[in-house]
């Protein structure tokens, strides 16, 4: 018995010894660095080439209601004395949070050198590193200590109790945050993604701003010299639509560039038609034959824009109103296109096309547009689909007299809730749905009409938001447009080394589309209205 008892307990030993010694193994052969505050390589970017790839999590991006606003951040130096960001040198800033333990901080930071030249080429830059410190992990000391040992060519300031870290709502070290000379937080890198191209990259970006680099990419990479501008970069052939021309009038005149203006505009009014509308699309040299109502309209607020900007110009608009009267709103009421082909207006008419803007400006000046603006007004409010999900259908059919469409494309749909901000219209379950949705996981490119995303559009748009902005500015809402603004410069490429360096889309160039670059202008250009650089 006794022998059994001793052989039992022996077995239980080895048991035992044998679990612990397997434990400790795997604690000491567990990857180090893998702690949920520190960051491994991010993904790379999704295969999908029309948009860019939402985040992998919202965890990993710095509280959106945070971007573009002054920050109250407060550091101590290497003396123990405390410093405010307002107070540290540079018009332009980076704060480089890592700890002294993190891997991939010690990784990315072995560019110091080619950093610090990055910063020198930007003139009024300075980088600070910032040892985000608990007191516990990492302490002043581990800061000190690491920092000499490499000699690192950068201020070094402390995070105290990581207070200012946990403000932010960082999520992991490394994240380099960037300051411009407001103090406004303007762009981040998160995780072990700066290389000295993408330092450099976001160092121009807070310099110059959105507005500059978005028009760069514009004119460098999409607009021709005859003023063409592609729909999308690299097609062949190479398609223009009316509506880039117009979006770039529109922008050109609130920046009070004549030239720009004359260039877009003289392009598209080349390819008039007989009938006075405007082709939607060119391909090649070859115009379509019918035209896209919410384009030509657009174009007539541009030219009425610029004749109380530089004079001469009415004339055209005048044209351009009465031939849109005359064909797209037969009966007065609005319609989407006419195909002057087959000499025939569309039976339906899209909500995204009533340019209450356009239109109300007509009404004033023509007693036949004010019933089309009338008519229109009215299927647009009354487009709501539900409380359950508060979009508007995509459009009305006249001869059903029903709105139709079970499927709803989001930049339609954000156009649609631009025209209603403009009335003062948006109703608060939609406000509420929007500010609910970029605080979550975003929106979606496009959704049933029941609210459940379609499976093959589960991606994010530059455009969708950048329409968002445009809309808050109409409804004087700072927080939606702040939180739009964030989510469409998460479709930003900030890297010097892709020749595609401030555009919206992937690095690849496949997803270079004019939409997102020139509505996005038109955001920055709404927000910050100035003269680009």
């Known amino acids: 018995m006794k022998a059994d008892r001793l052989r039992k307990w022996l077995i239980g030993a080895l048991a035992l010894v044998t679990i612990v010694f397997m434990c400790t193994l795997v604690m000491l052969l567990r990857p180090f660095g893998k702690s949920p505050d520190i960051a491994p390589l991010l993904p790379a970017e999704s295969p999908d080439p029309r948009f860019s790839p939402p985040p992998p999590s919202a965890d990993r991006h710095p509280d959106l209601e945070a971007m573009y606003l002054p920050q109250d951040l407060t550091f101590t130096n290497m003396a123990g004395a ?8 540079g018009s332009v800033k980076v704060l480089y949070f890592f700890t002294s333990y993190c891997p991939y901080c010690k990784e990315a930071l072995t560019s110091a050198t080619a950093f610090a030249r990055a910063v020198q080429e930007t003139e009024g830059a300075v980088f600070y590193l910032v040892d985000r410190l608990d007191d516990q992990r990492e302490t002043r000391r581990d800061g000190i200590a690491y920092y000499q040992e490499q000699n690192l060519p950068f201020p070094l300031l402390f995070d105290e109790r990581r ?12 994240t380099a945050l960037f300051f411009d000379e407001q103090n406004r937080l303007v762009s981040y890198v998160v995780g072990n993604q700066l290389t000295p191209q993408v330092l450099k990259a976001h160092l121009g970006f807070a310099k110059e701003g959105g507005e500059a680099q978005t028009l760069l990419s514009v004119r460098s990479r999409l607009m021709g010299q005859d003023g063409s ?51 939607w699309r060119i391909t090649g040299q070859t115009p379509a034959t019918l035209n896209a109502t919410l384009d030509d309209l657009r174009i007539v607020n541009a030219l009425l824009d610029a004749e109380l900007a530089w004079g001469g110009y009415q004339s055209q608009a005048d044209a351009l109103a009465e031939a849109l009267l005359r064909r797209c709103a037969p009966e007065r009421q609005l319609r989407d296109f006419y195909a002057w082909d087959q000499n025939r207006a569309a039976q339906t008419l899209a909500l995204c096309y009533v340019d209450v803007r356009t239109l109300a400006r007509l009404s004033k000046r023509h007693t ?22 508060p979009l508007y259908y995509p459009a009305y059919d006249y001869e059903a007299e029903a709105y139709t469409g079970t499927e709803l494309n989001m930049a339609e749909a954000a156009f649609t809730l631009l025209q209603l901000a403009r009335l003062d219209a948006l109703p608060a379950a939609t406000h509420a749905f929007l500010l609910e949705s970029l605080k979550g996981p975003g929106l979606y490119a496009r959704y049933h009409t029941d609210g459940n995303v379609m499976e093959e559009f589960t991606y994010e748009s530059t ?23 964030g989510r469409m410069e998460r479709m930003r490429i900030l ?11 992937l690095k690849t160039g496949d997803a270079l589309y004019a939409f997102d670059q020139l509505t996005a202008l038109l955001a920055w250009q709404a927000v910050f209205p100035q003269d680009p650089a």
């Open 368 to 389: 036949g547009w004010k019933t089309v603006y009338d008519n229109a007004v009215q299927l647009l409010l009354g487009g709501y689909i539900s409380d359950d999900f």
């Open 229 to 279: 501008i592609a729909s999308r970069y690299d097609m062949e052939p190479r398609e223009v639509l009316c509506e880039s021309q117009g979006l770039m009038m529109e922008y050109a005149v609130k920046a009070k560039d004549k030239a720009l203006f004359d260039v877009a505009y003289h392009y598209i009014a080349a390819f008039s038609s007989d009938v006075g509308l405007l082709p």
């Open 163 to 174: 207070a200012m870290f946990d403000q932010l709502e960082l999520d992991i070290v490394p």
């Open 495 to 505: 890297d010097v080394g892709t020749p595609f360096c401030g555009a919206y889309g």
């Open 82 to 89: 405390k410093v405010s960001l307002p107070d540290l040198e």
């Open 463 to 485: 455009a969708v938001y950048a329409l968002l902005v445009l809309a808050a500015q109409e409804l004087q809402d700072p927080e939606l447009e702040r939180l739009a603004r």
